[in-house]
């Protein structure tokens, strides 16, 4: 038992005779539904029916039942083939199947995965081992394993998959590859899964030895359109680029004197034709004097409403960088006539990479509950991406994936409830991490609820605990340097750009802590809409778990249990490690409900994590201290670390930033 199944565990006995399956037509896709169901269902008849009528559900489906038979209709056959994984998990799950009456529409058009995948193999920020894509195999060699990563998407929704880093090689629009890529959408493509393509903004000049890569220069130009000629004619149904421009030392318009607007619109208007589209990341910062939560921001605003409607800008969650808790990014919504997307991250590059186990749905949940006033209150993050108060716009969401060519496909096992979790909330953004968490845990390992419950409870908890022993209080990007991995706090990368050194973020002085974005500092509170802005600017009303992403907060400061600010974090940092040595203990308790090598693969992560999490808080408590000059409490755990020590720590996962 390795994990490799992920959560499709179904009955292992045959499923019901074909001529209990009734569907017209014999479409690869149909097809694939028909053999899930004859592999799999165990219930009454099962017919499949398109229906013209039910359009507005787009990919989604009906599912009613009696005892004799279930229905599934749907507009198009993606419909019915979620439907049929629909029932299949209801079976799983040991659901009634009975008088079902079921309506799902996805909440998003596009639900995409970004793999930061390079041509070496490599996968930047990929934790499970090397690249699921077998660049130098294909197209002649097949893995079986691209089969069954678009099956395990397909059954939870997920329907678009870009296959390469967002630091792009030029390389990957080269003929060959392009070859090799078109291998792959032809495995995916039956299982309702279009690929789409990180692409270099140098490419012209790399690849096609254009003068420059000005995307107003008419050579650049026809070079890119001869391109998406070539990539349309190998895949028909190529979904479109996603671009990293201008960011990180990336290429891009400005290069040229030219907006981010300008480059976006020239590839826009070349995949036009064909329904492709442009995935334009606002992850853009430079080391200048502005504070860096604030830059995509000041950079997309001022160009709203001049791209082209097959453009859609990704902004990560926060603005700054997928850190265990961020403010959400104030981008959303600030943009009235540009469609937005969320970018999550479900590679675990700040959550303790595939060693912790943090369950992300609740993180997720966060970013797309958080009320950005834009239209007034109720103006979530979902509702401005989903359409809601955007309607007629292009919708989409996209996660990093954390997909690699271990068995178990995650490196952690519980990581793949991560994957699993962003499909499901990409389908449909109101089902709760409880939900999530529940299905995922039944299909994964067992149904017991002596077994559900306590995993169940440590995985809602899960995220908060590393923000707790990492950075709680809204700290963040306190990392070392190049790895992401551990804490360095200290960490001050002189001559480097001050906005990649802890020291930076955190603030740490005699007099307090925090980074002080109100109007006495960088002012980032104006970003946000009313109420919001007051909200965050003023310390009183400034929710605490971010309270030293807003504020420069005095050791002393009076936090609303009556603790001083001081106090609060050492007993933050210290419940964090409490409460994986809970997890610890929840987990050994459940050794026999499932297999031995899943229980012991797990077991001994929680024993990094619980060591990580020391590490963490005796370095952060150390070395704050030594601003703060005040006892860490006495009834809190002593640490066991020198903080000499701790600082001569280097990992060697080497890395750029
Ligand atoms: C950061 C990663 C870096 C990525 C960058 C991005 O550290 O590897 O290239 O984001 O999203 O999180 O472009």
């Known amino acids: ?27 690869p896709m149909l097809n694939i539904a028909r053999r899930e169901l004859t592999g799999h269902w165990q219930g009454q008849g099962v017919e499949l029916r398109l229906e013209k009528s039910l359009k507005n559900l787009k990919d989604g489906y009906r599912i009613t039942s009696s005892s004799e038979k279930i229905v599934v209709s749907a507009p198009k056959e993606s419909g019915l083939l979620y439907g049929v994984y629909h029932i299949l998990r209801l079976q799983q799950t040991n659901a009634d199947l009975n008088n079902l009456n079921i309506t799902e529409k996805p909440s998003y058009d596009v639900r995409i995965l970004n793999h930061w995948d390079n041509l070496d193999g490599s996968v930047e920020r990929g934790y499970a081992g090397h690249s699921l894509w077998k660049w130098e195999e294909l197209p002649d060699t097949v893995s079986p394993r691209y089969e069954a ?15 390469n880093n967002v630091n792009a090689s030029p390389n990957m629009l080269r003929e060959d590859y392009l070859k090799k890529v078109k291998v792959l959408a032809d495995i995916f493509r039956p299982y309702g899964i279009k690929v789409y393509l990180s692409v270099n903004f140098s490419s012209p000049k790399v690849l096609g030895g254009t003068e420059n890569s000005d995307p107003l220069n008419k050579e650049v130009q026809k070079w890119w359109k001869e391109k998406a000629a070539e990539i349309y004619k190998l895949i028909p149904d190529f979904g479109g680029f996603l671009v990293k421009a201008n960011s990180e030392g990336q290429p891009g318009p400005q290069d040229y004197g030219r907006t981010h607007a300008d480059g976006a619109n020239m590839m826009a208007d070349i995949l036009k034709p064909y329904g492709g589209i442009v995935m334009w990341r606002a992850f853009v910062y430079s080391p200048s004097k502005e504070d860096r939560a604030k830059q995509a921001y000041l950079e997309f605003v001022p160009l709203d409403g001049k791209f082209r409607d097959n453009v859609i800008i990704q902004i990560k969650n926060g603005p700054i960088d997928f850190q265990p808790r961020e403010a959400f990014n104030p981008l959303f919504g600030a943009l009235k006539k540009t469609p937005e ?97 529940d299905e995922w845990i039944k299909m994964t390992f067992t149904d017991k609820p002596e077994f559900v419950n306590p995993v169940k409870q440590m995985m809602l908890t899960s995220r908060e605990t590393v923000v707790d022993y990492m950075m709680p209080l809204g700290l963040h990007h306190i990392f070392a340097g190049n790895h992401h991995y551990g804490p360095e706090p200290w960490g001050d990368y002189k001559g480097g750009r001050p906005d990649w050194s802890p020291v930076y973020y955190h603030q740490a002085d005699a007099g307090g802590i925090g980074f002080d974005r109100t109007q006495t500092g960088s002012n980032a509170v104006s970003q946000y809409f009313p109420p919001l802005n007051e909200i965050y600017g003023n310390i ?24 001083t600010l001081w106090d609060e974090l050492c007993y933050k940092y210290d419940s964090g490690v409490q409460q994986v040595r809970e997890y610890q203990k929840t987990w050994d308790r459940m050794q026999s409900y499932i297999d031995e090598q899943r229980f012991s693969e797990v077991q001994s992560r929680l024993k990094i994590q619980a060591k990580d999490a020391v590490w963490w808080k005796d370095a952060c408590l150390l070395y704050f201290q030594t601003f703060s000059k005040r006892p860490v409490p006495y009834d809190i755990e002593r640490p066991v670390n020198e903080l000499g020590d701790l600082k001569k720590i280097k990992l060697n996962m080497g890395h750029h930033n």
């Open 1 to 27: 038992e390795d994990g490799s199944q992920l959560w499709l565990r179904f009955p292992a006995k045959n499923g019901i005779s074909p001529e209990k399956i009734m569907a017209k037509g014999n479409s």
């Open 149 to 163: 990563y678009a099956r395990a998407n397909a059954s939870i929704g997920i329907n678009a998959t870009v296959l």
């Open 341 to 437: 997307m969320v970018e999550f991250q479900i590679t675990q590059e700040y959550l303790g990479q595939a060693n912790h186990l943090a369950y992300l749905a609740p993180l997720f949940k966060e970013t797309l509950e958080s009320d950005t006033y834009a239209n007034g209150k109720g103006s979530t993050i979902a509702k401005i991406t989903d359409g809601t108060l955007r309607p007629g716009k292009l919708t989409a969401i996209s996660a990093v994936a954390n997909i690699g060519e271990d068995t178990n496909w995650t490196g952690h096992q519980f990581a793949q409830s991560n994957w699993y979790a962003f499909g499901r909330l990409a389908w449909n953004h109101e089902l709760t991490s409880e939900q999530i968490a």
């Open 540 to 563: 009183r009303t400034c929710p605490e778990n971010l309270i030293l992403w807003f504020h420069h907060v005095p050791w002393d400061y009076k936090m609303k249990d009556g603790k």
